[in-house]
Each structure stands twice: as structure tokens, then as C-alpha cells.
């Protein structure tokens, strides 16, 4: 057996040596002799059970793992992580070690640690039960099983009785420390160790008499009693709410019954909505007008460079036809018809997507009406069982109802003899009372006594203050402003030639400042008078282009005929899919006879219908407030308009699948 000195010091040295070793970053071998250098102050028994361990805790980690891994799990959650390796320590001695060096060596082992951690730790690991069971099998899938149960297991079941006794010892332990318990020792206050103060040659007032306090009036009876103001308040709450009852009951009595529809006519206002002509946008007619409109400067001079721009650019087309380039009007008229079928197919998909978002829209109707159906049959099924249910709780409450009663009885009988102990908790407390009150009423007498020696003092030293001010003090001293100070400095000069170059300063600033506002005005002069120029150059060319755009609209109107969308199979196939799939829901609808939803359907989509009319008729007048103006040519607005109405058809359909 192995004498050890110190056997905590020597499990907290191993521990120490297994936090720091990194398998990664280096072998065992040479962690192992770079510790044999550290521990050479130990002596030779010491340093080889501290190597031994070392090595035996590293070799066999998988399997210590296993049981730590468990404990942290199950006994240890509120143990710290920290403490991971003092646990494999423990195990590793207990597992491989413990015929070596012996119960005894292994006990004081334990009983130098902390004696709760160590009685849990063991408690969980000498269990027949998880010897037997998990621990068993999962140390089998690391080794052989027949080596499991040979040369592990087997040790710990027979060492299993006595290290029971260690066990229970320290359980013992344990509850002769939590019996104890510590008596807290009293402070024992200290005189403070003073300077005594030095003789005063002034000798100190004598202490002025207390006044004499007058006597206390009684308390009014009116503070007990409460305002008859808070009575009125009351009663004129109480009178006002039931003044709203009154009114609210009769308004809910005789409301109005215009509104409510009966359930016989919602049929026909659906079909009567259905049935409404479809509305149509008329085209705003008006004579186009040049509206003059103000602008700043920065606008003016910007529309000004524009339009020099675009002179510019007419004047180079017309020379290089001149010098005999060719003629764009073909090419231009090609981009036309080819533009003008691009929006009639746009149109087209517009279309489509419309009538798939209606398709869409009836399949969800049907589908919600499937939904229905089944989570009617589920609804029996559920009241069924929630019946079952409720029968089998009203008889679980009966019993438990019962066994409440015997419980109170029990307790009551327990409360008989409360009524005594309370009537001496009641006297011991008015004794404490009155020692307070007694107390207290001496620290504000202190307190007075303090209060009048200070104010006393205070009024001594404020009556020094005011002699000492109301002595008169004679000071004067006269002063020429025409010398210098006399201080030797080089542009030493007195008031009276400061005064001087003051001013002369000021009538030269005010000079430089007139200068300056004659060239201000000056300037802003010469740029209102280009802005003038750039006004009538912007209005001339206003005219030419208004005229020009009228020109070119009157043209298109001649040329082009009115426009209709171009319906092609797709559009067809899906309004006769439709036709077929609001026929199926009408007559699901008469079957699961589902009213008040169809007068909310019909509401909704009558209000997005109206919206996505509105939606076209706004666009239509801004395209005749650009085509008023000039800013911009037929096709543009065309193609805006074209972007606008297929975000309103993308809009509706979205909208529609909100209803689904």
C-alpha cells in the first residue's frame, strides 16, 4: 500500500495535468515527459501514481466518457463543467486502480474531496442496476464483451458492498454539517481613538433656554369624516351610467331594419349584380390647350438648354440630309406595326391572366366547400368523444371533492389551539410599540435641543457679517484718456486714438460694403434679363411643339381604327371553364345551403371591379393632361397605359386570391 501525503493536492495536480493536455497538438509521450520535468519536486512514489494516472485516464477515455457523460445527464445537471476531469479521475480509480491500491488508500482518496460531490458521483456509479444494464452494453461496443464482463464489471460488483459503506458514510457526513449550525459572533463596538481638542481662549455662550412650545390643538372631526362633494360625485356616476343603460337598450330595441337582408332575397341580388352592364371609360374630349405654367430659374434654364439642344440636333439632320443621308420614315413605320402588335398581345396575356384568376377563384370556392363537408364529420366525431370525456371528469371531480373534505376536517382539528398563540404574539407586540414610542419621542427632543444651538450660531455669525459690510469703504481713482498705460509695448496708444482709428475703420467697411452691393445689383440684373430671353426662346418652342403634336394626333386619329382586344382559343377555353365551374359551385352551394357568404363574396368582388374601372379612367385622363401639354408623343402614353393596366388586372387577381 502507497503512503500519500496531501491526497487532495495530488488529485488536483492531475487534474490540472489533464486540462492542459491537447492530443492535437502533441503526443502522449511527450506530454508525459514534460510533466515527469515538473513533478521532480514531488518523490518517486508520488510522481509515478500521478504519471500512471495521467496516462491511465487518457488511454481509457472512451469508456470514462461513457459514465461521465451519464452522470452530467442524469445526478450531476447542476454540477459544473469545469469539474469534468475530477470526475474521470475518480472513475478511473475506481474502475482499474481500486484492487491496486487498496480500499483504504481509496477512501481517504475520497474523503479528502468534497464530500457532496464525491457521495454523488459514487451513489450513481456503483448502481447494480446501470452496472448491470447500460453501462454494460455501451462499454461493449468499445471492447469485447467477454472482456467487459471479466474485467470490469465483475471487480466493480464485488467491491460494490463495501465501497456501499463509504457511501453511506458520507451521507452521514452530510447530515451531521447540514445539522450544525454556525453561530454568528456580535460585533463588539470600539471607542474611536480622538484628538482632544486644544483650551478656547474665548469661552464658549452659555446655552440659550428652550422655548416653550405651545399646546397642540385637537384634531377636527371633519379629517375622519368623508367630503360631502365625494357623495355627490358618486351618486351623479351612478345616476349617469344607468342613464346610458337605459339609452343603450332602448337604441338596441328600436334600431333600424332597412339594412338587414333576408336570406330568401340575397339569390336574386347576386344575380341582379351579375346581371348589370359592364362598365365602360369614355374618352375625355377637350380642346387642347397651351396652359402657361411658372417656373424658377433653374427650370427655366434647364427647359432652355434642352430645347438648344434640340435645335441643335434638327439643324445637324437637316445637313446631313442635305449632304445625302437616307430617310428613317420607312424603318419608323415598320417599328410602328411591329410596337402595335406587341400591345395587342400584351393585351391578349392580359386577358388570359384575368380569366385564370377567375378559374383560380372558382376551384378555391369548390375546394373550400369540400373542406367544409369534412370538418362537419369531424365536428361529430369530436362531439362524440368530447361527451365521453365529460362524463368521465364529473366523476373524477366527485371523488376528488370527497377527498378535499377529509382534508379540511384533518385541518381544522389541527387549528384549534392558533386562537392563544395569537393573543400572545397580539401583547408581546404592543410592548415593543410602546418601547418605541418611548424611543423616539426622546431622539426628537435631541434633535430640537441640535436644531436651536445651530440656528443660534447661525444668527451670531450672520449679525458679524452685516457689521462688517456696513463698514464704509472710500475708493477713487481718476483716469486720463488721452495717456497711455505706460506698460512699454510698441503699439502702445490711448483711449482716445483707439476711439479714433475705430472709426475710420468703420467708414472704410462701409465703403468696400457699397461697392460690393453696386456689383450685386449690377449682376442680378444682366441674369434677369438672359432669364427674360430664355422665357420667350422656351415659349416659341412650346407653340412649334403643341402645334406639331396636334398635328401628329389628328393624323393617328384618321389612320388608326378604334381599338378592341384580340380574343384568341386560350381566352375562349378558359371563359367556357368557368361557365362550368361557377355552375358546379351554385350547385354545391345549393346543396350545403351557404347564404351569407355569397353576399360577402358578391360584395368584394363587385367593389374590385369597380376599383380596377376607376384605376382605367384615372390613367386615361393623365394621358390626355400629356397629350394637352406636349410632353410627350401618342406611343409613349400608350405603352404607360399598357404598364398600368396590366399591374390593375395583376392587382384584381391578387386580390382575388385574398378571397379565396
Known amino acids: 500500500?502507497?503512503?500519500?501525503?496531501?491526497?487532495?493536492?495530488?488529485?488536483?495536480?492531475?487534474?490540472?495535468?489533464?486540462?492542459?493536455?491537447?492530443?492535437?497538438?502533441?503526443?502522449?509521450?511527450?506530454?508525459?515527459?514534460?510533466?515527469?520535468?515538473?513533478?521532480?519536486?514531488?518523490?518517486?512514489?508520488?510522481?509515478?501514481?500521478?504519471?500512471?494516472?495521467?496516462?491511465?485516464?487518457?488511454?481509457?477515455?472512451?469508456?470514462?466518457?461513457?459514465?461521465?457523460?451519464?452522470?452530467?445527464?442524469?445526478?450531476?445537471?447542476?454540477?459544473?463543467?469545469?469539474?469534468?476531469?475530477?470526475?474521470?479521475?475518480?472513475?478511473?480509480?475506481?474502475?482499474?486502480?481500486?484492487?491496486?491500491i487498496g480500499l483504504q488508500h481509496f477512501s481517504r482518496i475520497v474523503k479528502s474531496l468534497d464530500t457532496a460531490k464525491m457521495q454523488q458521483f459514487l451513489r450513481f456509479f456503483f448502481n447494480d442496476l446501470y452496472l448491470n444494464t447500460w453501462i454494460k452494453d455501451e462499454w461493449s461496443h468499445i471492447y469485447d464483451s467477454v472482456y467487459v464482463k471479466e474485467n470490469l464489471i465483475d471487480p466493480l460488483l464485488r467491491w460494490q458492498p463495501k465501497v456501499q459503506q463509504l457511501i453511506e458514510k458520507l451521507t452521514d457526513?452530510?447530515?451531521?454539517?447540514?445539522?450544525?449550525?454556525?453561530?454568528?459572533?456580535?460585533?463588539?463596538?470600539?471607542?474611536?481613538?480622538l484628538t482632544v481638542p486644544k483650551p478656547r481662549a474665548i469661552p464658549p455662550p452659555s446655552p440659550a433656554p428652550l422655548p416653550v412650545l405651545p399646546k397642540r390643538q385637537p384634531v377636527p372631526p371633519s379629517i375622519y369624516k368623508p367630503p360631502k362633494e365625494r357623495k355627490q360625485l358618486e351618486e351623479m356616476k351612478t345616476k349617469n351610467i344607468q342613464k346610458a343603460k337605459d339609452l343603450l337598450l332602448e337604441a338596441n330595441t328600436n334600431q333600424f331594419r332597412c339594412a338587414t337582408i333576408k336570406p330568401e332575397k340575397r339569390e336574386n341580388i347576386h344575380d341582379s349584380m351579375e346581371s348589370k352592364p359592364v362598365f365602360k371609360a369614355q374618352k375625355i374630349?377637350?380642346?387642347?390647350?397651351?396652359?402657361?405654367?411658372?417656373?424658377?430659374?433653374?427650370?427655366?434654364?434647364?427647359?432652355?438648354?434642352?430645347?438648344?439642344?434640340?435645335?441643335?440636333?434638327?439643324?445637324?439632320?437637316?445637313?446631313?440630309?442635305?449632304?445625302?443621308?437616307?430617310?428613317?420614315?420607312?424603318?419608323?413605320?415598320?417599328?410602328?406595326?411591329?410596337?402595335?402588335?406587341?400591345?395587342?398581345?400584351?393585351?391578349?396575356?392580359?386577358?388570359?391572366?384575368?380569366?385564370?384568376?377567375?378559374?383560380?377563384?372558382?376551384?378555391?370556392?369548390?375546394?373550400?366547400?369540400n373542406v367544409t363537408q369534412q370538418n362537419k364529420k369531424k365536428a361529430d366525431l369530436l362531439r362524440e368523444k368530447k361527451a365521453e370525456l365529460m362524463h368521465l371528469c364529473a366523476e373524477k371531480r366527485l371523488q376528488e371533492q370527497k377527498e378535499m373534505k377529509e382534508l379540511v376536517e384533518q385541518v381544522m382539528e389541527g387549528h384549534k389551539n392558533v386562537k392563544q398563540v395569537k393573543a400572545k404574539i397580539q401583547e408581546y407586540k404592543q410592548q415593543i410599540v410602546q418601547q418605541v414610542c418611548e424611543e423616539?419621542?426622546?431622539?426628537?427632543?435631541?434633535?430640537?435641543?441640535?436644531?436651536?444651538?445651530?440656528?443660534?450660531?447661525?444668527?451670531?455669525?450672520?449679525?458679524?457679517?452685516?457689521?462688517?459690510?456696513?463698514?464704509?469703504?472710500?475708493?477713487?481713482?481718476?483716469?486720463?484718456?488721452?495717456?497711455?498705460?505706460?506698460?512699454?509695448?510698441?503699439?502702445?496708444?490711448?483711449?482716445?486714438?483707439?476711439?479714433?482709428?475705430?472709426?475710420?475703420?468703420?467708414?472704410?467697411?462701409?465703403?468696400?460694403?457699397?461697392?460690393?452691393?453696386?456689383?450685386?445689383?449690377?449682376?442680378?440684373?444682366?441674369?434677369?434679363?438672359?432669364?427674360?430671353?430664355?422665357?420667350?426662346?422656351?415659349?416659341?418652342?412650346?407653340?412649334?411643339?403643341?402645334?406639331?403634336?396636334?398635328?401628329?394626333?389628328?393624323?393617328?386619329?384618321?389612320?388608326?381604327?378604334?381599338?378592341?382586344?384580340?380574343?384568341?382559343?386560350?381566352?375562349?377555353n378558359l371563359q367556357k371553364k368557368i361557365v362550368e365551374k361557377t355552375m358546379e359551385r351554385k350547385k354545391q352551394a345549393g346543396l350545403l345551403k351557404i347564404s351569407p357568404q355569397k353576399t360577402r363574396i358578391v360584395s368584394s368582388k363587385d367593389s374590385i371591379q369597380w376599383n380596377h374601372w376607376k384605376e382605367l379612367e384615372e390613367s386615361r385622363e393623365r394621358q390626355f393632361r400629356m397629350l394637352q401639354h406636349g410632353f410627350m408623343d401618342r406611343e409613349a402614353v400608350q405603352k404607360r397605359e399598357l404598364i398600368a393596366a396590366a399591374r390593375s388586372g395583376a392587382k384584381s387577381c391578387i386580390l382575388r386570391s385574398d378571397l379565396k
Open 173 to 193: 457526513k452530510l447530515s451531521n454539517r447540514s445539522t450544525t449550525v454556525k453561530t454568528s459572533r456580535v460585533t463588539q463596538p470600539k471607542e474611536f481613538n
Open 440 to 572: 423616539s419621542g426622546e431622539l426628537l427632543r435631541q434633535a430640537l435641543e441640535e436644531q436651536e444651538e445651530k440656528n443660534r450660531k447661525r444668527y451670531e455669525l450672520i449679525q458679524q457679517i452685516r457689521a462688517l459690510e456696513s463698514a464704509p469703504s472710500i475708493r477713487h481713482k481718476f483716469v486720463d484718456l488721452t495717456e497711455t498705460g505706460g506698460h512699454g509695448l510698441f503699439g502702445e496708444m490711448s483711449v482716445v486714438e483707439l476711439r479714433e482709428r475705430l472709426a475710420l475703420l468703420k467708414e472704410a467697411q462701409k465703403a468696400a460694403e457699397e461697392e460690393k452691393r453696386d456689383q450685386i445689383i449690377h449682376e442680378k440684373q444682366a441674369k434677369e434679363q438672359l432669364i427674360l430671353d430664355k422665357l420667350d426662346q422656351i415659349s416659341q418652342f412650346r407653340e412649334e411643339l403643341g402645334r406639331a403634336a396636334a398635328f401628329k394626333q389628328e393624323e393617328k386619329k384618321k389612320s388608326q381604327p378604334g381599338e378592341r382586344l384580340v380574343k384568341d382559343e386560350r381566352i375562349l
Open 285 to 369: 374630349q377637350s380642346k387642347i390647350d397651351n396652359i402657361p405654367i411658372k417656373l424658377n430659374t433653374a427650370a427655366i434654364l434647364r427647359e432652355g438648354a434642352l430645347y438648344q439642344r434640340k435645335l441643335e440636333e434638327e439643324l445637324k439632320r437637316v445637313e446631313n440630309l442635305q449632304q445625302g443621308a437616307g430617310d428613317s420614315s420607312e424603318f419608323l413605320e415598320w417599328q410602328k406595326q411591329m410596337r402595335g402588335k406587341d400591345v395587342e398581345d400584351q393585351l391578349a396575356e392580359i386577358e388570359c391572366r384575368k380569366l385564370q384568376g377567375k378559374l383560380s377563384y372558382e376551384e378555391a370556392v369548390l375546394a373550400h366547400q
Open 1 to 100: 500500500m502507497v503512503k500519500m501525503v496531501s491526497h487532495r493536492e495530488l488529485i488536483a495536480l492531475i487534474v490540472q495535468q489533464l486540462n492542459k493536455f491537447n492530443p492535437e497538438n502533441q503526443s502522449l509521450e511527450e506530454f508525459l515527459n514534460e510533466s515527469a520535468m515538473m513533478l521532480q519536486t514531488l518523490n518517486v512514489t508520488e510522481e509515478k501514481f500521478v504519471l500512471d494516472t495521467v496516462a491511465g485516464c487518457t488511454e481509457y477515455k472512451s469508456i470514462l466518457d461513457v459514465v461521465v457523460n451519464a452522470f452530467y445527464v442524469q445526478d450531476g445537471r447542476y454540477c459544473p463543467i469545469s469539474e469534468r476531469n475530477l470526475y474521470i479521475v475518480i472513475c478511473y480509480l475506481a474502475t482499474f486502480q481500486l484492487e491496486e
